[in-house]
């Protein structure tokens, strides 16, 4: 299967200020997507992004998909944000793949 | 539009036992799917219906478990016997169609623990 790595494994962050996590992955991909588990385990969905850029308030995201890799940008952090950011990415038809995940801790 | 639902929240259960979890995919969506993420590792694909039919199961770990999306709606996936490697949390996703250009929408996850 495609192998994802995602990059910093651990980010601690004082509120209010703005990180950026990195996914790489090994081959092409059909579909990117960005998840959020939240303390409660909970996987809520970011972002959709084979490829481009997209905004949803103070995230936004960019799959280069040329270059394997997309980025994750949280600006103006709140401590809401904390939990575990997953990277997936599908190129067989059907199943994801996903990443180990970056665990984030926003601090007051 | 209702997302995903999955039920129960979170399952408590002693080794031995059994336990069935059950997904509610969007509506209109033909495409189940079933990811787990055990022992803190990284989530991993369980197995693909397309409506009522398994397209694939590649990622079912033994026959301990045991998936079915009976009627091509809800699904349900057993676990019998339990053991205590299979906590984690079970997530659902659906999706319209599948591969390029198909967005799968994940539920909220299932937490088991078996002690």
């Known amino acids: 299967g495609i192998q994802v790595e995602q990059s910093p494994p651990d980010l601690i962050l004082q509120e209010g200020a703005n990180s950026t996590l990195r996914c790489n992955f090994s081959d092409s991909v059909n579909n990117l997507q960005w998840f959020h588990q939240n303390p409660w385990g909970q996987l809520i969905n970011l972002f959709y992004?084979?490829?481009g850029t997209k905004q949803n308030g103070r995230l936004s995201a960019t799959t280069v998909a040329t270059e394997r890799y997309s980025l994750l940008y949280i600006s103006s952090s709140q401590t809401t944000d904390s939990g575990v950011y997953f990277c997936?990415?599908?190129?067989?038809?059907?199943?994801?793949?996903f990443g180990t995940g970056t665990s984030l801790t926003v601090i007051p | 539009e209702a997302g995903v639902t999955q039920f129960p929240s979170h399952s408590v259960i002693e080794k031995g036992q059994t336990v069935t979890l059950r997904c509610d995919p969007i509506?209109?969506?033909?495409?189940l799917y079933w990811y787990r993420r055990v022992m803190g590792k990284e989530i991993k694909f369980l197995l693909h219906f397309v409506k009522e039919s398994k397209q694939d199961e590649s990622g079912m770990p033994n026959n301990r478990f045991l998936a079915e999306r009976t009627g091509g709606t809800y699904s349900t996936l057993k676990v019998q016997p339990a053991e205590l490697e299979d906590s984690g949390v079970y997530f659902c996703a659906s999706s319209q169609g599948w591969g390029r250009g198909n967005e799968q929408f994940f539920g909220p996850g299932t937490r088991l623990t078996v002690l």
């Open positions: 997936a990415v599908e190129n067989t038809g059907n199943q994801f793949y």
């Open positions: 509506s209109g969506h033909d495409n």
């Open positions: 992004i084979p490829s």
